[in-house]
T-cell receptor, first 115, second 115 residues
Framework: GDSVTQMEGPVTLSEEACLTINCTYTATGYPSLFWYVQYPGEGLQLLLKATKADDKGSNKGFEATYRKETTSFHLEKGSVQVSDSAVYFCALSLFFYNQGGKLIFGQGTELSVKP | DSGVTQTPKHLITATGQRVTLRCSPRSGDLSVYWYQQSLDQGLQFLIQYYNGEERAKGNILERFSAQQFPDLHSELNLSSLELGDSALYFC??????????????FGPGTRLTVL
């Protein structure tokens, strides 16, 4: 079935370090791909998205490129801040007519950034 | 603030009881999704409604049901509650039924504790 696999956390980094969170997917069709972020005690916020192969999503210094050949959508940031500490979820969505547009999530990766 | 509201924020109840969780989507959004977040299962899709009609179903237990009303708000009813139903329940909304551009906006969640 369709699924998303993320690297396990927690990931602990020092401020200004580089971040990569790996995400790979399995899908029967051509999914749209998303990264959501969940700050402590809050709901999920969309961080970035990509809807087709080779698209690059970017937001707030984070980037991810839709790689169809490796079925991956790794999240990267060149210099993390303490305020980036959160749980990051990779997700996919497949659209089939009249069958809805649910999101399938990875297990989440907790990021902790130390000053 | 995503524009999606959920009430109540916290709910504590006993096994065997029934509860109702409420969600109001963003203005203009026709789709409502319910997700369950638990430590062992992660984020799981439960059910989707689009403009009042059920559109997709995930791993939703038979003890759980939902509906979307003419004003587009939605309620998730959980009955015969068990300890394992303790989780964070998120509502999300989107404009479309589902599409490659279908961005979902999440509410802050309802934390359910079953004692």
């Amino acid at each position: 079935g369709d699924s998303v696999t993320q690297m396990e956390g927690p990931v602990t980094l020092s401020e200004e370090a580089c971040l990569t969170i790996n995400c790979t997917y399995t899908a029967t069709g051509y999914p749209s791909l998303f990264w959501y972020v969940q700050y402590p005690g809050e709901g999920l916020q969309l961080l970035l998205k990509a809807t087709k192969a080779d698209d690059k999503g970017s937001n707030k210094g984070f980037e991810a490129t839709y790689r169809k050949e490796t079925t991956s959508f790794h999240l990267e940031k060149g210099s993390v801040q303490v305020s980036d500490s959160a749980v990051y979820f990779c997700a996919l969505s497949l659209f089939f007519y009249n069958q809805g547009g649910k999101l399938i999530f990875g297990q989440g990766t907790e990021l902790s950034v130390k000053p | 603030d995503s524009g999606v509201t959920q009430t109540p924020k916290h709910l504590i109840t006993a096994t065997g009881q029934r509860v109702t969780l409420r969600c109001s989507p963003r203005s203009g959004d026709l789709s409502v999704y319910w997700y369950q977040q638990s430590l062992d299962q992660g984020l799981q899709f439960l059910i989707q409604y689009y403009n009042g009609e059920e559109r997709a179903k995930g791993n939703i237990l038979e003890r759980f049901s939902a509906q979307q009303f003419p004003d587009l708000h939605s309620e998730l009813n959980l009955s015969s509650l068990e300890l394992g139903d303790s989780a964070l329940y998120f509502c999300a909304s989107s404009v479309f039924e589902g599409s490659m551009y279908n961005e979902q906006f999440f509410g802050p969640g309802t934390r359910l504790t079953v004692l």
